[in-house]
Nanobody
Framework: QVQLVESGGGLVQPGDSLRLSCAAS????????MRWYHQAPGKERELVAA???????NYADSVKGRFTISRDNAKNTVYLQMNSLRPEDTAVYYC?????????WGQGTQVTVSL
């Protein structure tokens, strides 16, 4: 079955960096677009970044220039490098893919940016 397992979250200070990882299994990883979303308390889940199977990327305006999404098809893993973190980046970060018409999510990893 499809599994997405995120890791790499934590508590950091403003200006710090983190790299999130999402290990995928149960489907042909290199054929699908992968996405990172985040959800802050009391807010809706929002798309942060996406990477297609060919490596094209797009980002939310709020993270452009600070975050980088990448993928390693040999490891079935997608990454989110987050630099210059801000308190407003605090959220649970989820990995996502859509296979046919079904949405798949990981369990999420908490990122907290605070002094």
């Amino acid at each position: 079955q499809v599994q997405l397992v995120e890791s790499g979250g934590g508590l950091v200070q403003p200006g710090d960096s983190l790299r999130l990882s999402c290990a995928a299994s149960g489907f042909t990883f290199n054929k699908y677009t992968m996405r990172w979303y985040h959800q802050a308390p009391g807010k809706e889940r929002e798309l942060v970044a996406a990477i297609t199977r060919t490596g094209s990327t797009n980002y939310a305006d709020s993270v452009k220039g600070r975050f980088t999404i990448s993928r390693d098809n040999a490891k079935n893993t997608v990454y989110l490098q987050m630099n210059s973190l801000r308190p407003e980046d605090t959220a649970v970060y989820y990995c996502n893919t859509i296979l046919l018409v079904s949405n798949y999510w990981g369990q999420g990893t908490q990122v907290t940016v605070s002094l």
